[in-house]
């Protein structure tokens, strides 16, 4: 339960009061292969957001209360990341995160498939999102004080899809769709379910 307390009490409101900070989602694992527990999303105005100086010293000012609760972690995947393509009307309340190495090295091919792929998936009945993101190796990789005598961190994301839909079952199908299209390659497939929004002020959480 301390995890919880943290995370809606301070961590959340913490990260939404940065400048350029617009949302935060949390969510929670809704079967036993999804691995982390947990996914959250943080979504800002542009990515020079991740790279401020206000970010930055956020980051390397970690409370007591935080340093307590990320020594549970285990397995965290963390990567600051570039929304190379985004499709449909808005949040679902179940989201699926697909995790992949693209079978091309040419980024420009890679991006101009797959974004035609994104679009394609919003044809799915009961899809409301579907997402290409990229991390930035650079941005990803640098330590600050919130990293200091960590070891829960895995290897961040390279490329991946987020895939927002209505109902657990109505992510099956663009799933699927994704997982064979000939670039994705090694994919790792979470399947999450929303729990908590939180954006700028608590009265306007939704």
Sequence with gaps: MDFYQWHINEHMPERTDITGFLRGRRYKAIDSET??????????????????ENYANRLNSPTPWTRR????????????????????PGPGGVLATIRFHPATRDYDETVE??????SNLMEFPL??????????????GIRTA???????????PNWFI???TCTPESLEAPIQAV???????????????AEYTRLKTASSAG
């Design 35 to 52: 691995h982390p527990e947990f996914f959250t999303l943080y979504e800002v105005e542009n990515f020079d957001v991740l790279v401020s």
């Design 69 to 88: 609760a990320v020594a549970h972690f285990l397995n965290t995947s963390r990567g600051l990341a570039r929304v190379l393509s985004t499709k449909g």
């Design 113 to 118: 498939d797959l974004s035609s792929l994104v």
């Design 127 to 140: 899809i409301t999102g579907a997402h290409l993101c990229k991390s930035d190796e650079q941005a990803t």
């Design 146 to 156: 919130e990293h200091e005598g960590r070891t829960d961190y895995d290897a961040p």
């Design 162 to 164: 987020l895939v927002e």
């Design 179 to 193: 997982l064979e299209h000939p670039i994705v390659r090694n994919a790792i497939v979470g399947r999450y379910a």
